[in-house]
């Protein structure tokens, strides 16, 4: 019987293979790439805001405390929003003529709240408790950085959640004393595993079967 293909079909076929291999994975890649990078993530990205509010004057430059405005983060799962009559406590006083605090003086006057853009905003599905971080001795800095040192607030991690379960695993690379949590200079000793390891018996930091656990965070 006559040979149907001519034997540079072979050569056609694995070039073929190759090829339409080489484009998925190369397609994957892009997507990859494209997944963590700050146009998907919002790493790095400043969103406007009805005030153009700075931690770096507030926290960094006048030494207000995290728990000062956001009142609830050490006792609930949202570390809530500041009220309008929490920002005039000062700017009754201060820059009470200001243009650019005219939105909280209106806000004031109407009894409407100021409607302030999310930065770190966690999807429906995941579960996140800010009391329960804190009290188990994860700092601010560590989800949001240094806030002190940014003049408008933006993302410094993406808050996947392999970047969370990173931190499950390890939870001893993080944990600070207690009265560092509100600390934003804080930075980690060189023997951090070692007092981290100490630190989470002290917390009584669950085991890392548990913090990984699915249900711990979708619910």
């Known amino acids: 019987m006559a040979q149907i293909f001519h034997h540079s079909a072979n050569t056609l076929a694995r070039t073929s293979i190759l090829v339409g291999v080489l484009g998925v994975a190369s397609v994957l890649g892009v997507m990859v790439m494209f997944f963590n990078s ?48 929490t920002c005039m406590t000062c700017h009754s006083q201060i820059w009470k003529d200001s243009p650019l605090l005219e939105p909280v003086r209106a806000s004031l006057k109407s ?73 934003l200079t804080w930075e980690p000793p060189l023997n951090q595993d070692e007092v981290g390891a100490r630190l989470a018996k002290e917390y009584n930091i669950p085991n890392r079967s548990l913090l990984t656990s699915c249900s711990t965070c979708h619910r």
């Open 111 to 183: 009894d409407q709240s100021l409607q302030w853009i999310r930065v770190h905003d966690l999807s429906d599905f995941a579960y996140f408790n800010h009391a329960i971080h804190v009290n188990k001795g994860v700092g601010c800095s560590t989800c949001h950085g240094r806030l002190d040192q940014m003049q408008l607030t933006f993302k410094t991690q993406s808050l996947y959640m392999q970047w969370c379960i990173n931190c499950h695993k390890n939870p001893e690379k993080v944990l600070r004393p207690l009265d560092k949590v509100y600390d």
């Open 38 to 85: 700050a146009a998907a993530t919002g790493v790095g990205e400043i969103r406007e805001q009805p005030v153009p509010f700075s931690h770096a004057h507030h926290v960094g430059g006048e030494g207000i405390d995290c728990r000062y405005c956001h009142v609830s983060v050490d006792k609930e799962a949202s570390a809530g929003m500041p009220s309008t009559k």
